[in-house]
């Protein structure tokens, strides 16, 4: 059934911004600091944050099975465990409450005072403990690309590829949220014609045009999901800088995969746009070149939409949008992904994240990572103000959009922002 939420007609009282990334029809959540420096949990419309602890407390989720302090936590980590049904009942009463011709909150301004900051009032934190974090390599065109550089172009693809939704276990300790600024990060590297590494920064920091889904409990151990009940689990998504040391990488990845090239940082942005929201944008993922396996087989539409960009700021200058791509371009989508990440029975918990693997599209300017965009350095990408790139600088910012839009609504991410400062140096005692 669709959820009235998404109704594209509905209208808030709130004054919000015509072209913004979060109308009344998106509600997505998150966790956020208020201007008296109570961490709660909270949804957005236009440029305002709600409080959702305030609201829960002054009665407007009645008839709603919630626990007392289920938005008054650090994380979503326990409302996203509550399950679908739950996540759907809370959003249509928010989507109730704010819509325009609802006068309970509007009119009342002792309540409208504790519940509705600012955007500028409030300071975003991480929205989940992230217990767990893989990552994916599903764009086949970013996989093609990086396997002509390194390897044969005519088999840029390894044999597996094409049969199942290649990952690896990630680090989630250095997941941030947008806004966080990282260190160019050090490590073994081996230059060109030496046969001996060497220690240092990192000359070729890289960002990585990524989303990643958010998971709720999902099974027990040995339980697989299979492929078209998925969704059940996924909660929503994020946009994701999977940040990337090239040249450490390229010296460390034999045999096991990435290691300090990827877990130095990682970003994503603040507000988790839920599946349901993201439900009118619906749309058909490339068809298997390969016939795939049963467990990996699915029905319906299981992609979505997403227009993505990246753009990069140096440090005082304009911004260049040097990539747009768009999520409908990954060959695996997130039903297959979870469905093969617990084939072998592997257990996913609340608030575990699976990031997609770069986004690349099928012409250049549609290429998610400066590898690509500079073809491994042989190919500058030019700034707007001047200059160019063949990876990222210090003090530097990368910025990531995404949105949907249909039908005059438009469902956005935010911003996925992060500036790379130079090398980490103790201070001097």
Same mark, same amino acid.
């Given at each position: ?192 014609? *030496?046969?001996? !590494?060497?220690?240092?920064? #990192?000359?070729?920091?890289?960002? /990585? =045009? ?5 998971? %709720? ?59 349901? *929201?993201?439900? !009118?944008?619906?749309?058909? #993922?490339?068809?298997?070149?390969? /016939? =795939? ?5 699915? %029905? ?130």
């Amino acid at each position: 059934m669709p959820s009235k939420a998404n109704d594209p007609k509905r209208k808030t009282w709130l004054e919000i911004p015509k072209n913004t990334d979060f109308p009344i029809q998106n509600i997505p959540f998150g966790v956020f600091l208020t201007r008296d420096d109570i961490i709660t949990i909270g949804t957005r419309i236009g440029d305002y944050a709600i409080d959702l602890g305030a609201l829960h407390q002054l009665g407007y989720f009645e008839g709603i099975p919630l626990t007392d302090d289920i938005f008054l936590q650090d994380t979503l980590n326990d409302f996203i465990a509550d399950g679908r049904k739950t996540w759907r009942l809370v959003r249509d009463r928010i989507s109730d409450i704010f819509e325009k011709s609802n006068t309970a909150l509007k009119d009342n301004k002792e309540h409208l005072d504790r519940v509705i900051f600012s955007m500028d009032e409030i300071e975003m934190q991480l929205p989940v403990q992230i217990g767990d974090y893989t990552d994916f390599y599903s764009s086949k065109e970013h996989a093609t690309n990086v396997g002509s550089m390194f390897r044969d172009p005519d088999n840029a693809l390894l044999p597996n590829w094409l049969h199942l939704p290649v990952a690896y276990h990630g680090r989630s300790s250095s997941i941030i949220p947008s806004g966080i600024p990282v260190h160019r990060p050090q490590g073994q590297k081996l230059p060109n014609g *030496a046969t001996k !590494p060497i220690f240092g920064p #990192s000359r070729l920091v890289d960002f /990585e =045009l990524e989303m990643a889904f958010i998971t %709720t409990d999902a099974n027990e151990l040995g339980q697989p999901i299979p492929v078209d009940e998925a969704e059940d689990y996924i909660f929503g998504l994020v946009l994701f800088n999977d940040w990337s040391a090239r040249d450490i990488q390229s010296w460390e990845y034999v045999p096991l995969g990435p290691f300090l090239a990827k877990n130095f940082a990682s970003t994503i942005s603040c507000w988790i746009v839920t599946l349901d *929201a993201l439900e !009118p944008f619906r749309t058909e #993922s490339p068809k298997p070149e390969e /016939e =795939l396996l049963p467990y990996l087989q699915y %029905t319906g539409k299981k992609s979505f939409d997403i227009n993505l960009e990246v753009a990069l700021q140096p440090d005082g200058k304009k911004e260049t949008v040097v990539c747009k791509s768009n999520f409908k371009h990954l060959y695996w989508n997130m039903s297959q992904q979870l469905a093969h990440h617990t084939i072998n029975g592997c257990p996913v918990n609340s608030g575990d994240m699976m990031g997609s693997g770069t986004i690349s599209g099928p012409t250049p300017k549609s290429f998610g990572s400066m590898l690509e965009l500079s073809w491994k350095g042989s190919k500058p990408v030019k700034l707007k103000d001047g200059g160019d790139r063949k990876f990222i600088e210090d003090n530097d910012t990368v910025v990531m959009r995404g949105y949907c839009q249909n039908d005059g609504v438009r469902i956005g991410f935010g911003e996925c922002s992060t500036k790379l400062l130079p090398v980490f140096e103790p201070k001097k005692k």
